[in-house]
């Protein structure tokens, strides 16, 4: 199944290209909302509505196996994992009248192995603690309508566009309460892969709650997937650092710094998953009106079971000019693939350059 790419001076990054790096990549095992989806959208690949009724209609079809590599316990676990999420986004339809329940809390971390590998017998019960994170789903989030967000946004107008991703537009909104709010539509990708990334960004949200954490109100399912954000006033990081006028006071820029890798630390070690960003990057850095940063996009966050070193990928997915070289090699993905984006971060904030700029040179490389 075709997975997004993220690209920051050429559209994508194929497999051929991580084929003529020598990468020998290895798949084990994909812990977490996008991965359980994986296997969920196998099964919707041959359904081509756009809608979101395309998803409830494949609930009744067989949910397919994963990847050779994985064990037969795994696709197991897997084909429950993708029930579950399918039950999420039933529940997500299903807006406010839903009793959320609440489950005592998820147990404390355990003690990360120093393991060189991942074992078999190391793989998590994924299918139990999912029942956990569906029923931690915030109960304060509310389900707008497709005609309440219309109105937030004078029907999505293009004064009202304030950002635009790989794979989609947000606009601001002002509530009926008069509160100002971002919009993101996802609009961009197949089907399956605006679904991935929208549960993908729901599943780890539920989870983070930190002030250099993007803050999410709400979302909406009719006519299209919509994520409702707190507005940054300041947009991103990157729409200040390359604007026209640059503007951001050494001050300011050593508090984006210490305050997105707070936002890290929580990510990685404070809150109860142990979740890897994948995309630190400029454009991922929103700020606060008092220039707070904090951390957005979690399309391709991944959750890493404490007992693993690291996890690996066989799609390369995130940003050009602030992805680590293991990463590229070995599709190696842990903290210090964020810990290595970070580094870029820190070298744009210092020296007001892109991370790879328009005649596509890498920042790292021109500072070696
Ligand atoms: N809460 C917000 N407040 C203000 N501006 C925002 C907010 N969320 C997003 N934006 C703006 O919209 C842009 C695109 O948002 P986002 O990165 O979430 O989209 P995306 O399609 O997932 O991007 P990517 O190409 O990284 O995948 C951001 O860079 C930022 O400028």
Redesign the pocket.
């Known amino acids: 199944m075709r997975r997004r790419h993220?690209a920051g001076f050429s559209d994508s990054i194929s497999s051929l290209d991580l084929a003529s790096l020598g990468a020998e990549v290895e798949r084990i095992d994909q812990p977490s909302p996008t991965a359980a989806l994986e296997d969920c959208s196998t099964s919707l690949e041959s359904i081509e509505s756009r809608s979101v009724e395309s998803i409830e209609s494949a609930e009744s079809e067989p949910t397919s196996s994963k990847a050779s590599t994985s064990s037969d316990s795994e696709n197991h676990q897997s084909s429950a994992t993708s029930v579950h999420w399918r039950g999420f986004f039933r529940l997500l339809k299903k807006g406010p009248g839903i009793p959320f329940q609440t489950l005592p809390p998820l147990k404390p971390r355990l003690t990360r192995r120093k393991s060189k590998r991942v074992r078999d017998d190391m793989v998590p019960q994924l299918s139990s603690t999912l029942d956990a994170e569906l029923c931690c789903f915030k109960s304060t989030w509310k389900n707008f309508s497709l005609s309440e967000l219309h109105e937030a946004t004078n029907n999505f107008s293009h004064e009202y566009l304030?950002?635009?991703?790989?794979?989609?537009e947000?606009y601001k909104g002002q509530l009926k309460s008069g509160k100002l709010v971002?919009i993101?539509r996802l609009t961009r990708g197949s089907s399956e892969e605006m679904t991935m990334d929208f549960l993908s960004e729901l599943g780890i949200i539920v989870h983070v709650d930190h002030p250099n954490i993007?803050k999410l109100i709400g979302y909406g399912v009719e006519g299209g997937m919509h994520l409702v954000?707190?507005?940054?006033p300041h947009?991103?990081l990157?729409?200040l650092l390359y604007g026209p006028k640059e503007k951001l006071s050494w001050g300011i820029r050593f508090k984006i710094a210490v305050g997105t890798a707070e936002g890290l630390s929580y990510l990685h070690e404070g809150c109860q998953r142990r979740i890897i960003h994948k995309?630190i990057k400029a454009?991922?850095i929103?700020l606060t009106e008092d220039f707070d940063a904090q951390i957005?996009?979690f399309?391709l966050a991944k959750w890493l079971p404490d007992q693993w070193t690291h996890h690996t990928v066989s799609r390369v997915e995130g940003t050009f000019g602030y992805l680590p070289p293991e990463f590229f090699m070995h599709g190696i993905v842990d903290e210090k693939t964020d810990v290595y984006a970070f580094g870029v971060l820190l070298l744009e904030l210092i020296t007001g350059r892109q991370a790879v700029d328009s005649s596509q040179q890498s920042l790292v490389m021109q500072n070696h």
């Open positions: 993220r304030i950002g635009e991703g790989g794979y989609a947000v971002a993101k993007a954000l707190q507005l940054s947009g991103s990157a729409s995309d454009s991922n929103l957005s996009d399309g």
